[in-house]
């Protein structure tokens, strides 16, 4: 019976443990914006280094400023925040539809690479993100991969389309790195 308890109350201090690591990982971000709250948790944001304002602050969107956006950000929280979205999962990020079959799912690494395949398809063909949730497509796309559901079109536009960025400027960014004797100039 005592150890019954000592069970019950070995997980509620891990659910708590975890509670508190995903809480710090996500104020994490707010040390970079002021912050004023609109209650029920929610906070109006100012980004810390410029003048840009948020009347509701949500995590990933100002993730993405420091990341890509912002342009008095020092440096090197700027290459903290690229690699965060660079690494991090979007697929982990996206309410997924079947959670009744399990059989089905895919792994979230390899959704990450769909999605990664999916977002340069649409933007080096030129076709509109609304296309993604059109039916024959989505029939199309699951035909192909049954366990695959093609993320929402604003989350295509916005998280995987900032992902994809940040990979191919951190990519270019490693390129120069070694490079020499480099100088800017206009193709006419
Ligand atoms: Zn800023």
New binding site residues.
């Given amino acids: 019976m005592s150890s019954t308890f000592s069970d019950t109350h070995d997980d509620q201090n891990i659910e708590e443990s975890q509670e508190i690591k995903r809480g710090r990982k996500e104020s994490h971000v707010w040390d970079h914006f002021f912050k004023e709250s609109l209650g029920r948790g929610h906070y109006s944001a100012k ?1 810390n ?2 003048t ?1 304002k948020w009347s509701r602050g949500r995590p990933e969107i100002l993730k993405t ?1 420091l990341a890509l956006y ?1 342009q ?2 020092p440096l090197s929280v700027k290459s903290e925040y690229m690699e965060l979205l660079a690494t991090g999962s979007t697929a982990a990020n996206r309410k997924q539809k079947t959670n009744t079959d399990s059989s089905a799912e895919i792994d979230i690494n390899r959704k990450d690479k769909i999605d990664q395949a999916l977002i340069r398809f649409f933007v080096c063909c030129g076709i509109p993100f609304s296309t993604v949730n059109h039916p024959y497509f989505m029939d199309f796309v699951q035909s192909l991969c049954f366990g695959y559901n093609p993320p929402k079109n604003d989350a295509l536009s916005t998280t995987i389309l900032n992902k994809e960025i940040t990979i191919v400027l951190k990519s270019i960014q490693e390129n120069l790195k070694y490079e020499e004797n480099l100088t800017l100039g206009n193709i006419f």
């Fill in positions: 980004c280094y410029c840009q400023h912002c008095e950000i």
